[in-house]
Nanobody, 126 residues
Framework: QVQLVESGGGLVQAGGSLRLSCVAS????????MGWFRQAPGKEREFVGTISWDGLSTDYADSVKGRFTISRDNAKNTVYLQMNRLTPEDTAVYYCAYDVPKYRLGSQRPESYDYWGQGTQVTVSS
């Protein structure tokens, strides 16, 4: 079993920044990729980005590319989502998700992930 705990959400004005953290614990593989997803009210869960086990490869949704950055500190078993230039459209519950992928990066499909955090709310006011 793997446990994921997100933190760092909150209320921020448009144009501001937030950094989310996701701490993994339990029986984690050395080679796990981490994905970030978000879900706004009334909408499906959508892919935000993913990072490879060594942090050298990332992939982002077009909607966040250039504004969001994923990084990781494997010594702390922690993955970060740095979010800059936030807009009200970024308002959602943000989730991290764990996978040991066949290739380096996690999938853009949520059903590919084995474990999920509880989510953290991000609200961007206009």
């Amino acid at each position: 079993q793997v446990q994921l705990v997100e933190s760092g959400g909150g209320l921020v004005q448009a144009g501001g920044s937030l950094r989310l953290s996701c701490v993994a614990s339990g029986r984690t593989s050395r080679y796990y990729a981490m994905g970030w997803f978000r879900q706004a009210p009334g909408k499906e869960r959508e892919f935000v980005g993913t990072i490879s086990w060594d942090g050298l490869s990332t992939d982002y949704a077009d909607s966040v590319k250039g504004r969001f950055t994923i990084s990781r500190d494997n010594a702390k078993n922690t993955v970060y989502l740095q979010m800059n230039r936030l807009t009200p459209e970024d308002t959602a519950v943000y989730y991290c998700a764990y996978d040991v992928p066949k290739y380096r990066l996690g999938s853009q499909r949520p059903e590919s992930y084995d474990y999920w955090g509880q989510g953290t709310q991000v609200t961007v006011s206009s």
